[in-house]
């Protein structure tokens, strides 16, 4: 059966339709198609239950690239891995990367990914250059933000709703090695973490915070953690040799491993890691991608699978409202695995169901416990809507159509470019 | 270790020959492609022109060829030759169907058609090139066969025959060229997750990645191995199986 990395929910498909080549004409059905990648979004955003799926992986080929200029043209399938493993060592790089590399070009797309630079370099919407849109009709579509920006602000962040995305083409940026220079700094509260933040977003390309969500720091709130920025390195360090450890996780466990002791034990020696306040050379895999290196990592919740929660609160509420769901996520017991808080940039993305835009974004994960979850969720979600934040569609299985229509103002304006063959589970979820 | 520097694929739109190409293609290596189907061909030209930074298209050529048929192979071979010259290091046979058993059941010419495209057209093909190969004196000749060849089951015999009918050439040929110093290696995937398989439940740890396979068929031809089982797990799987009495084995639903 075929799931999203979380494994919520667990529907089944009419059909599951493999593309070969680009220009193959699309399955024609009653029922909906949806592109699927390599389905590492969380929840029902690349399923389409009692749909067909189309399945892109085969759809990974280059098609052009510029060695002056950094800008590629490949298929859509291409996965980020894929095209970095290409660009790296001729000095080119992806200019935003999600916190995962096996992720498809149409997926960032789709879903107008963003990274831990986005103050620096925005999602990833805003360094594609055009794409190829086939629709159901058979019609194919050259989309680029100048000579058709409503249809580029529709695909960009459109979920894979406006047909399927064959082709893209991305400026790349240059670097000098595949090395970085990064620092980390703990902090005891979030306080700290602004004042922290306000300072290293300015020098720093490349920034993220990992929170203890269950720990309190000296001063009795919840919110210490570890700061930690980056940027390209201009040199690679006299030992440059970099082997990926390849560890994977064999099987699921018959429950989660993920447990209220697991998690103080967890916090507890991730907060006590070693921190490096001057910045020293780290190679860009470990740093930008610090869980690819363990393979199917999501089995350690087990076969019931664990949701993610991941919002964006704007600037004014920001403060206030990420205190806020901190101590609701205290107050539950529930803590979080992987708690990432990120200051996004002051730019929204270039599509009108982006997700990124002005604020700061807080991701969490949690096992699957029923209604316990969903309570939590529920005060987590009060909190978001009255700051006039939203939830991340990639990485949602349950918001509701409420919170979803008062998070993307422009819901209205993008369902007039939707493939009338195309649907997702969370379309259909969010629109009814 | 042979160089692979200039290398023939045939059948190169499969997954695997595809993965192998690629690799190769980054490596810097000159190729000439054989697939029947343009449409799928020129697509994977350019990912490998852009993949080997040959933006001029002068390393990485190919044809069109329907390899099953016999009479096309001089002409691919001779094309093959003038567009990577008399300096061909390396041959990767790739082509092959997987037909369905069922329909082989109900039909001779079904099942006589599958043998001759998984089985006496690669041989053909051989003993056209093998001559060129034995006064070259070096090289080259990588054929991929089955683990389906080691024995007959009643699931999938028919494609077991042709690869095992195969695996057998390969075997004497490789007697043969061994005294002008040329390599034959036959390769012996388990279940890869390619669109040849695309009907079958794929879960499992038996099933390979198509890159993996690649990365295991380009060490063997590097290697000059004899057989090469790719995983190489499958050498154990096969070694059990055909220890397995044949009036045991008749019994087994396989």
């Known amino acids: ?432 | 270790m042979n160089r692979l520097q200039s290398v023939v694929i045939l059948g190169a739109t499969s997954a695997i020959a595809t993965a192998v190409a690629r690799e190769l293609a980054e490596h810097g290596a000159r190729l000439f492609l054989v697939a029947r189907d343009g449409e799928r061909l020129e697509p994977l030209l350019q990912d490998l022109r852009v993949r080997g930074d040959d933006a001029s298209a002068t390393r990485i050529l190919g044809t069109t060829a329907d390899l099953a048929d016999v009479d096309a192979h001089a002409d691919v071979w001779t094309q093959a030759q003038e567009a990577l010259g008399d300096n061909i290091d390396a041959v990767l046979l790739a082509w092959g169907t997987l037909p369905d058993q069922d329909a082989c059941n109900a039909s001779v010419a079904t099942t006589l058609e599958a043998i001759h495209v998984n089985g006496t057209s690669a041989i053909a093909f051989l003993a056209h090139i093998a001559p060129d190969f034995e006064q070259r004196g070096r090289g080259v000749i990588a054929a991929i066969g089955s683990v389906a060849g080691d024995r007959g089951r009643q699931s999938n015999y028919v494609y077991g025959t042709a690869k095992g009918m195969l695996a057998t050439y390969l075997q004497g040929l490789r007697n043969r060229l061994f005294f002008s110093s040329v390599d034959v290696v036959t390769i012996k995937p388990g279940f890869v997750r390619t669109p040849m398989t695309e009907g079958f439940n794929r879960a499992g740890a038996l099933w390979a990645e198509p890159e993996t396979v690649a990365r295991g068929i380009v060490k063997a031809m590097r290697r000059g191995r004899d057989v090469a089982y790719l995983p190489w797990i499958w050498w154990g799987i096969m070694t059990v199986i055909r220890l397995i009495p044949e009036y045991l084995f008749k019994r087994l639903k396989l």
């Open chain 1, 1 to 432: 059966m075929t799931t999203s990395w979380n494994r919520i929910p667990r529907v089944a498909h009419a059909a599951e339709v493999t593309l070969n080549r680009r220009g193959q004409p699309l399955p024609g059905a009653s029922h909906p198609l949806l592109a699927y990648g390599l389905g590492r979004s969380y929840g029902d955003v690349c399923l389409n239950p009692g749909g067909s799926l189309l399945h892109t992986r085969d759809l990974d080929r280059f098609i052009a690239f510029d060695p002056d200029t950094g800008r590629i043209t490949a298929e859509a399938g291409l996965t980020l891995d894929d095209l970095l493993r290409f660009a790296v060592p001729r000095g080119w790089f992806v200019p935003v990367v999600p916190g995962t590399r096996f992720v498809t070009l149409g997926g960032a797309v789709a879903n107008d990914v963003h990274g831990k630079n986005h103050h620096h370099a925005g999602s990833f919407g805003e360094h594609v250059r055009a794409m190829t849109l086939r629709r159901s009709n058979g019609e194919c579509l050259e989309v680029t933000p100048d000579d058709t920006p409503d249809w580029f602000a529709a695909t960009v962040g459109g979920l894979g709703l406006t047909g399927l995305i064959e082709t893209v083409t991305l400026q790349l940026v240059p670097v000098r090695t595949p090395w970085m220079r990064a620092w980390s700094q703990r902090f005891d509260s979030l306080d700290e973490f602004w004042e922290l933040d306000a300072r290293a977003e300015r020098e720093w390309p490349y920034t993220v915070a990992w929170i203890d969500c269950l720990n309190p720091g000296p001063r009795g709130e919840v919110g210490r953690g570890i700061y930690s920025g980056a940027r390209h390195a201009t040199t690679a360090p006299a030992r440059s040799q970099y082997r990926e450890p390849r560890r994977a996780i064999p099987l699921d466990p018959p429950v989660s491993l993920v447990n209220r002791v697991t998690l103080r034990l967890f916090n507890q020696l991730y907060y006590r890691q070693s921190v490096h306040p001057t910045a020293r050379a780290v190679h860009h895999l470990p740093w930008l991608f610090p869980l690819d290196a363990i393979r199917h990592w999501n089995r350690i919740y087990g076969y019931k699978g664990f949701y993610q929660y991941q919002c964006v609160l704007p600037p004014h509420a920001q403060k206030d409202g990420m205190q806020a769901l901190l101590d609701g996520v205290a107050a539950s017991g529930q803590g979080s695995f992987l708690a990432v808080l990120k200051r996004f940039g002051d730019r929204a993305g270039p599509g009108m169901l982006s997700f990124p835009r002005p604020g700061a974004t807080l991701a969490l994960d949690f096992p699957e416990r029923g209604n316990e979850t969903e309570h939590l969720f529920r005060r987590l979600d009060h909190i978001v809507q009255e700051a006039g934040g939203a939830l991340y569609p990639a990485k949602d299985a349950r918001m509701s159509p409420d919170l979803f229509r008062s998070g993307f103002p422009r819901w209205e304006e993008f369902a007039s470019f939707v493939d009338p063959e195309f649907s997702s589970g969370f379309w259909r979820r969010v629109t009814k």
